[in-house]
């Protein structure tokens, strides 16, 4: 499992509207993943379906389906891929109150592909690559939700 934590000072129901914004998964996909977006999710329900299009070792074209499956506003929210790079993929993004305001944590179960293969090499290809994203991630929602002050 990956488990990225930041916190953001913001309420969680703020921070939850910035995921719920029409853009967003397009503002969290960093401009060196290469990815494109074929259809984003039309909100965060469950039932949802997003499709990007990307790179496997920045060489192969993959594409992703993935489909929301939990919906627990301002705590949670759940995505799963249901067709991709990975042999299993859930998704869960978790707002946690906190003194400060909110904990924002990424968890992810993942099973890589090519088996016994793809977990040998997840430490030095699959691991480096998430920490980078969802630091991204996290400092692109951090600014949104801080910036504006809006706490």
Same mark, same amino acid.
């Given at each position: 499992?990956?488990?990225?934590?930041?916190? #953001?000072? @913001?309420?969680?129901?703020? +921070?939850?509207?910035?995921?719920?914004?029409?853009? @967003?998964?397009?503002?969290?996909?960093?401009?060196?993943?290469?990815?494109?977006? #074929?259809? @984003? @999710?039309?909100?965060?329900?469950?039932?949802?379906?997003?499709?990007?299009?990307?790179?496997?070792?920045?060489?192969?074209?993959?594409?992703?389906?993935?489909?929301?499956?939990?919906?627990?506003?301002?705590?949670?929210?759940?995505?799963?891929? +249901?067709?991709?790079?990975?042999?299993?993929?859930?998704?869960?993004?978790?707002?946690?109150?906190?003194?400060?305001?909110?904990?924002?944590?990424?968890?992810?179960?993942?099973?890589?592909?090519?088996?016994?293969?793809?977990?040998?090499?997840?430490?030095?290809?699959?691991?480096?690559?998430?920490?980078?994203?969802?630091?991204?991630?996290?400092?692109?929602?951090?600014?949104?939700?801080?910036?504006?002050?809006?706490?």
């Amino acid at each position: 499992m990956f488990v990225k934590e930041s916190v #953001i000072h @913001a309420t969680p129901e703020r +921070v939850f509207a910035f995921h719920e914004l029409p853009d @967003a998964f397009a503002r969290l996909m960093p401009p060196w993943e290469k990815s494109k977006i #074929i259809e @984003a @999710a039309p909100n965060l329900l469950p039932g949802a379906r997003a499709i990007v299009e990307t790179r496997i070792l920045g060489l192969f074209k993959a594409r992703w389906v993935s489909r929301h499956t939990a919906y627990e506003p301002p705590l949670m929210f759940v995505d799963v891929q +249901v067709k991709g790079p990975f042999r299993s993929w859930r998704h869960r993004h978790i707002f946690k109150p906190h003194a400060s305001g909110t904990i924002l944590r990424d968890e992810i179960e993942y099973e890589p592909p090519l088996s016994f293969i793809g977990r040998a090499f997840a430490p030095v290809i699959i691991i480096p690559r998430l920490e980078k994203l969802f630091a991204y991630r996290h400092e692109v929602t951090r600014q949104w939700c801080e910036e504006r002050n809006l706490c």
